[in-house]
Structure formats: structure tokens, C-alpha cells
């Protein structure tokens, strides 16, 4: 669960970090970048964060035309750890140890959808988010991602002399 009462300021850098990636003005990678482009963040507070994306052409399977199950997997994955960002703030650096998501409808080139990120839980480092995507007409159900993240701390050191 989340306090709402505590402003940790993570809710508004969530929000800055999905402007710059759906820009393309931050880059994750190649596909993470592609997968948020053109995200439309309609609101962000701690623990939640809702958008609206319209299905560009490039991230169709080009066969069917349908949006491509990892580029929608890509945004599940950094939609809900920005969730997460926005209920920790600033505290370092998140991997995503668990991702399940199940597809239950398919969307078209063009076609607008709606995701929601919501955090279920946190226990310690380890914190888990529900993201639903939902077509924008009809409020219909297209996936449904289950997410494990782990907070992680990242120490620069000497880089280490290989042995081989």
C-alpha cells in the first residue's frame, strides 16, 4: 500500500522521466524508446500513473498490423516501474525481478489505448504493480501486466581485472 499523504517527490519526477522518454529526449534503448513514443501522461501521483497511447505504425507487427506484444510488453514494464519510481522517489535505481502479462485482445495501427499503472505493494525493496491496458472506445481489456520490482543499489567501483 502507498501513502498518499506523503509527497516524497517522486510523483513528479515519474512524471518528467515519462515526458522525456515519450519525446525521445532520454534514452533507455532503441526499443524502450520506441515503445513510449508518443505517450500521452495524463496524470501521475504516487503510486499511479494513467496515459494514453495511439498506436503508431512502427510498433505493429507489420504482417497483421497489429501493436507487437513486446513493444507492448516494453511499455507495461516502464509504465509500471515509473509507478513504482513515483511512490519511492528518487531512492536509486529499480530492476524489474517478475513480469507477467497476459494478452487478451489485439489493436490495430492507430487505434488509442488507455494504461493505468497502479502499485499493489511494497515490502521492503520488493514492490509489485498491476498495469492495465484497456482500449480508449470501449474501455475493453487488451492486457493485463503483473510486475515485481526490486529496488537495487548500484556502486561504482575499479573495474575488475579479468582472469581468463
Known sequence: MVDDDIDNGGSEFAKQRLEELSQGRRLINDIGNLSLEGLQILHVQRGSILCNLVVPEHLTDHSSGNWHVGAMTTLI??????????????????????????FLSTVKIGEQVEIEAKVLNQTGKLSSTIVEVRRKENTEMVALGKQWISQVKVERSQPSRSKL
Open 77 to 102: 514494464d516502464q509504465v509500471g516501474g515509473l509507478a513504482i519510481v513515483s511512490s519511492i522517489g528518487r531512492a536509486g535505481y529499480t530492476a524489474t525481478v517478475n513480469l507477467s502479462v497476459s
